[in-house]
C-alpha cells in the first residue's frame, strides 16, 4: 500500500522519474543538462533525489525530456498503469473525409 501522497519523498519520485525517462529515451545526463540549461551535476543529484529543484527547473528537465512538468511526480505505482510515451505527444488520426457509420 502507497502511503498518503504527503507523506511522499517527491525528490525521490522526481529523481526517479527523470532517471527512467531519460534511459528510456537513450539520452545521457550530459544531453538532458544541457538541453534543461542546468549543470550535469545538478541533474546528476536531482536524479538521486538530493536536490530540491525548483518549478521553473523541473519545467525545463521536462522539456528537455519531452513530456509534461507533471509526468515527473507520477507515482511509480501510477506509471506502470499509465506508462509515459516515450515518443512525445499523441497524435490525431486524419481524417478519411467519410462520416462514422452509428453502431
Known sequence: MLPHPA???WRQV???NVRRLRQARGLTQEQVAFDAEIDLTYLGGIERGNRNPSLLVIARVAKALSV???DLL???SRVKRHPVPTTGPPQRRKST???RRPK
Open 74 to 76: 507520477v507515482v511509480e
Open 97 to 99: 473525409g467519410q462520416a
Open 68 to 70: 509534461r512538468p507533471g
Open 14 to 16: 522526481l529523481g526517479t
Open 7 to 9: 507523506m511522499q519523498d
